[in-house]
Structure formats: C-alpha cells, structure tokens
C-alpha cells in the first residue's frame, strides 16, 4: 500500500491571536475528521479521483470553509461558487465557474469532466448542466453564514474585493490531493472565491494548471491564496513543470514556486502536493494555512493551521 492524501481549508493571515482556543480545537477536529475519512476510502482501495471528490464534497458541506455551504457573498450578495477537479492518469479534469444554488460545486466539476465533454462550464449554463445531472440544489439562505455576512458589509460600499483570510475570520478555499493503491493521483478544490467580488470574477480554483492540476507522471496540486496571482502565474502547473522538465523534486519544486516566484510577484497563499512516491508538501507564505494529511506508511494524521 503506498496511499497518500493531503487536504487544505485556505491561507492567510491566521495568527493565534485572532483565534480563539475553542475555534482552533474545532478547526483541528474538523481536518482531521476529513483526512480520516478520505484516508479511509484510500485504506479501502478507492481511486484517488473519488477520494478528492468526496473529501471536498465533506469539506464544502462544513459552512467553516468558504467553499459550498458557508461561501462569501458577492457584491451583489450572492454566492457565486468555483470548482475544478483533475485526474493525473487521464489528464482529464472538469471546472465549473460562478454557479449559484449548486449544493456540491466539485460534484458539478466531476460531472462535466465525466459527461459533458468539456472542461470548464459558467454560470446559468453550468446551472441548467447540473440540472440535467439532477445534482441537488438549495435556497440562498443554506450557504448563508453571519460572519461571512458581516465581512460583506464591511466591504460592500468599497471597491475592495477581498481573500476571506484577510482579517479577523479567515476560513477559506477547500482542496485535496491523493494518490491511490494503484498510483494514480488527483486533485480537486472549491471556493466562494473573494468577498465582495464583482463583473462575474472567477479565481483560480476553476482555472486548471492554476488552482488546480494533476499529473501522474509529476504531482497533484491544490491552491488557495489570493486568485489573480495563482492565474498569473499558472502556480499549479508550474510546479509540475519544473518537476518535469527540470527533474525537480516536489520539495524543491513547490518552494521555489510558493516561498520564490509568487512571492516576488505579491502573491499571497499556499498549496497541497503528493507526487507518485507519495511525498507531501504543504507550503505557504502566508502566516498560516489550514491543513491536513496521512499517507500509508505512518498511521498518524498531521493537522496544522500555522
Ligand atoms: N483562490 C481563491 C480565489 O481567488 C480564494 C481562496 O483561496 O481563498 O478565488
């Protein structure tokens, strides 16, 4: 057995702080129930692309995260959710961008890469795909939170868009990488995207290569951060590239792209990797990142938050 899994909840500025002890203890139990159970499919042979589906699937159902239940509103008070899912041994993957009411967006995701025979679907058109897949649906008021409700109106007479990280309640974007029993990875992550955002922005989560990608022949990645950077520079992708076409190893790879090159371009967050042997990193530049993750050789389940 040589499974391995890593899971993220976002990054930003999370200091202990602005953290009570209780919440911390919630946020930790909370990581670790979603390893185990991800882990636990692994354990039972299941494929690396049913593991990333459905632990982001518990994770979006968790109103803590900025993902599915819990999004931020948009400027105009809405949710407006982004997912994309990839599978390292096809090289196939499915995105869904600004989709409102869908209870599961990665769910979405999972079928536009399994049926639709496209990558990436927006809006009311991805809305009506769901509907033809019968995925279920829920009023606005189940992705309703109070505090992601109060950081809008903090926010929403300005033009500032902001990472749900960035100040006093920083909950985030949902990702998990794994390899399975078989060597296959994949990956998968989910957001709300930015509070207040506007004109039908989309981040990086729906964007493949930048927020999210797999490779078997290279790694699995997951992203969260600020999305404009990530897109600008193709953050998932390259570190597979540099993997690829520089014999880096996943160590190397993910520190020269997160703590060098997004870095030096202002670009703030962290990632989720596992390549085929297995190996974990977690980087990010922020002050902390919510994460967690097992792999078959040590029975222990790390969780972390800084
Ligand atoms: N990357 C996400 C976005 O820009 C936000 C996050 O990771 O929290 O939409």
Redesign the pocket.
Known sequence: MNYALAIHG??GTISKQHITPDKEKEYLAVLKEAVLFGASILKSGGSSLDVVEKTVIFLEDIPLF?AGKGSVFTHHGHHEM?ASIMCGQTMQAGAVAAVRNVKNPVMLSRKVMDESGFVLLVGRGAEDFAHHCALDFREDEYFFTQYRYAQWQMLKNSEVAE???FDNNKY??VGAVALDNNGNLAAATS?G??TNKKFGRV???SVIGA?TYANNNTCAIS??????Y?IRNVVAHDVSALMEYKNMTLADATDVVVHHKLKKAGGE?GLIAIDRQGNICMPFNTQGMYRGCANAKSENIQVAIY
């Open positions: 976002g990054a900025n982004d990472v749900d990280h985030g974007t957001t995207g930015l981040g990086d989560t927020g992203c969260t951060g600020y999305g404009e990530f967050g």
